[in-house]
Nanobody, 123 residues
Framework: QVHLVESGGGFVQAGDSLSLSCAAS????????MGWFRQAPGKEREFVAT????????AYADSLKGRFTISRTNAKNTVHLRMNNLKPDDTAVYYC????????????????WGQGTQVTVSS
């Protein structure tokens, strides 16, 4: 069992940057590919980014590429999401997820999920 806890969300202005973290416990995070997803009010959950267990392979939603960066520190059992030039459309609850197999853009392929952290971007 893997327990995931997100942190770092908050209220920011458009154009600001924010870094989210996802801390894992229960099992070494180095065994899992990780993903970030988000869900805005009234919308379906959408893929944000994913990273392989080693950190050597990453993928992003096309609309977010260049603004968001996913990384991981296996020694600290954490995964990060750096978000730059935030826009009001980035307002959502952000979730991290763990997957035993390789990277995936599909949320239903992840076994473990955190409770989420709210990011609100004001114009």
């Amino acid at each position: 069992q893997v327990h995931l806890v997100e942190s770092g969300g908050g209220f920011v202005q458009a154009g600001d940057s924010l870094s989210l973290s996802c801390a894992a416990s229960g099992r070494p995070l180095s065994s899992y590919a990780m993903g970030w997803f988000r869900q805005a009010p009234g919308k379906e959950r959408e893929f944000v980014a994913t990273i392989s267990w080693s950190g050597g392979n990453t993928a992003y939603a096309d609309s977010l590429k260049g603004r968001f960066t996913i990384s991981r520190t296996n020694a600290k059992n954490t995964v990060h999401l750096r978000m730059n030039n935030l826009k009001p459309d980035d307002t959502a609850v952000y979730y991290c997820a763990a997957r035993w197999d390789g990277t995936s853009r599909h949320g239903d392929e992840y076994e473990y999920w955190g409770q989420g952290t709210q990011v609100t971007v004001s114009s």
